[in-house]
């Protein structure tokens, strides 16, 4: 199907994104076009105008800010892959990112794109939130902060207003102990079911751990039961088959045609038990 109508603006700055986004209530941000397009070419969004974000300067860099990496929005998912940086500070995304699609939409999709679309499926918004990231906004009211916590709050909805755009992700370099696990039927595929858990580990136990489920469930969330289990009580395999068994008890998984919620329950307390055990290797 051809999309309908709409206007094109590809701004330079900032401050012009921000005044076309706000100058129609049915404008729409585009970055790697990999989730608009699609939902243009089947007709379940109908912009009026697209503020295209590609020629806007500043977005686009992994600034190491000491205890953070900051990501510029428009950040591929591709150069997320190929930075030494993230590789070395960050290295849960490295481990993501090749669940990503494939790499010609890895090449084209951003990291800002992700977090905004804010896909219940997206690696990003599992793993941020499992990290505690903070989102940094711009709008015609100004600039502003949203912690991860209160960033995502259902299945492709977020926060950010509709004139809002994000601009960059804080993303903590401090939860050094972490596990990403994906369980997809086949490499590049939309994964059925995510786990991320994260935390500081001391002497065998996990300091402030957060753990999140995406796929699974309706909309990313973290796994508070799961979390308290695992706060600084000693990591074994006894704990990881506890972790599983109160993940399956505490999600509502979705059914679909990939799979019904016994199946993804099942799936989450695999993958938190794998997640446990990983940080227990690590710690
Ligand atoms: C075949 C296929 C497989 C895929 N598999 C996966 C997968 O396994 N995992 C995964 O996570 N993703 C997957 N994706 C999606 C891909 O990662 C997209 O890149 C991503 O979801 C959206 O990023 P984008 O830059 O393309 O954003 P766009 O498609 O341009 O925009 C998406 C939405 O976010 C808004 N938006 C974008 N940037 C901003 C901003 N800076 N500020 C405010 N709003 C903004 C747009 O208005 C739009 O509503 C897949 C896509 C395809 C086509």
Known sequence: MKPPKFR????????????????????????????????LAMRLAAPSILVDLQHVSGLDDIEDQGTSLLIGARVTHREIERSAMVAERLPILSSAVVHIAHPQIRSRGTFGGSTAHADP????????????????????????????????????????????????????????????????????????????????????????????????????????????????????????????VTAAASIDPISDIHGNSEYRRKLVASLVRRAVIELMNGA
């Open 8 to 39: 094109y603006v590809a701004p330079r700055s900032l401050d012009d994104a921000v005044e076309h986004l706000a100058s129609d209530p049915d404008a729409k941000v585009l970055a790697g076009g990999q989730s608009l397009m699609p939902l």
């Open 121 to 244: 499926s997206g690696e990003w918004p599992t793993i941020l939130l499992s990290l505690g990231a903070t989102m940094r906004t711009v709008s015609p009211r100004g600039r502003r902060t949203i912690e991860a916590d209160d960033f995502f709050v259902g299945p492709f909805t977020s926060t950010l207003a509709e004139d809002e755009i994000l601009t960059h992700v804080s993303v903590p370099t401090t939860r050094t102990a972490w596990s990403f696990q994906e369980a997809a039927v086949k490499k590049g595929d939309y994964g059925l079911a995510l786990v991320a858990a994260t935390g500081t580990a001391r002497d065998g136990v996990l300091l402030d751990p957060r753990v999140t489920v995406g796929a699974a469930v309706g909309s990313v969330r973290r796994v508070a039961e799961v979390e308290r289990l695992l706060t600084e009580t000693p990591l074994t395999e006894g704990l990881a088959d506890e972790a599983a």
